[in-house]
């Protein structure tokens, strides 16, 4: 299984983006998801994550600005970005949580530009 995702782009700053992932392939159970990230020369880091209950949580640099959803009859995972930053700039992928680590995507591109 891999994930796929899309939805990245070029944006000004203060500008916003809506991500979307899905798996390759069905999978039935209802798992913890997050929205993880990689800058050039950093480390993946995670950005945010939902239940499968719902309940979320966020990285502080990304509280009050992305939005992390899913739709459970899509198998899809979404993050709603706003006030994007220069910093936000980054390779974004989505993944269970805890991360599965044969099932990264390709990812998907966010820039940050003026």
């Known amino acids: 299984v891999q994930f796929v995702e899309s939805g990245g782009g070029l944006v000004q700053p203060e500008g916003s983006l809506r991500l979307s992932c899905a798996p390759s392939?069905?999978?039935?159970?209802?798992?913890?998801m997050g929205w993880y990230r990689q800058a050039p020369g950093e480390q993946r880091e995670l950005v945010a994550t939902?239940?499968?209950?719902?309940?979320?949580n966020y990285t502080d640099s990304v509280k009050g600005r992305f939005t992390i959803s899913r739709d459970t009859a899509k198998r899809t995972v979404y993050l709603q970005m706003n006030s994007l930053t220069f910093e936000d700039s980054a390779v974004y992928y989505c993944?269970?949580?805890?991360?599965?680590?044969?099932?990264w995507g390709q990812g998907t591109q966010v820039t940050v530009s003026s």
């Open positions: 993944n269970l949580f805890p991360s599965e680590p044969g099932w």
């Open positions: 392939e069905m999978i039935f159970s209802i798992r913890a």
């Open positions: 939902i239940t499968g209950s719902g309940i979320t």
